[in-house]
């Protein structure tokens, strides 16, 4: 098990690990208040992270508060469309915001033991896609799911220097450089 500012977990034994950021609260490897995840693409558009969620994250005693739920769901969906492809002969990698969530809660999600989460690419149509989430327990109940609509990021957005020059890389396990 890996410890990272309160937040535990254990990388799944096989995939391709995902680059990370700086700040994102769900993925930012030097946010204090974030969640650090670690994210690993398992099969054409299938990505999972595994987490221990700590009390400082929970809502009523002993269960993740609901937003955080909402926020690791829309970043697995998300990535699950992340992937790098080639454009004029320059490696990309495609870059989504979420236009649209919907989420259904099934059971609580507890703090303090395994979870995991999977992301599922789905249809994919110009600069469009559809992706769903699922947040899973230990023994494989599902806890909560969500369906997102996407969009890629707008080209205009980015600094000139890509989304490396924001920190978006693949780090090390063993942490992040700043």
């Given amino acids: 098990m890996l410890q990272t500012t309160g937040v535990t977990r254990e990388p799944p034994l096989q995939g391709k690990l995902q680059p990370n950021s700086h700040s994102c609260f769900v993925c930012g490897l030097a946010n204090p208040f974030g969640l650090k995840l670690r994210f690993y693409t398992q099969a054409d558009g299938e990505v999972i992270a595994d987490i221990i969620i700590p009390e400082q994250f929970q809502g009523y005693p ?47 999600a507890p703090v303090g033991q395994p979870l995991r989460l999977v992301g ?41 220097g890509g989304l490396e020059s924001l920190g978006w890389k693949v780090y090390p396990e063993a942490g992040v450089e700043t």
């Fill in 62 to 108: 002993g269960v993740v508060h609901g937003g955080v739920v909402a926020a690791i769901l829309d970043e697995a969906a998300g990535r699950s469309h992340m992937v790098e492809y080639t454009l004029g002969g320059e490696s990309r990698t495609r870059f989504m915001l979420t236009a649209r969530m919907e989420l259904r809660y099934r059971q609580n």
């Fill in 120 to 160: 599922r690419a789905g249809k994919s149509k110009g600069r469009t896609a559809q992706a769903s989430a699922y947040l899973y327990d230990q023994s494989g109940s599902l806890l909560a799911e969500a369906e997102a609509v996407l969009v890629d990021l707008p080209d205009d957005v980015l600094p000139s």
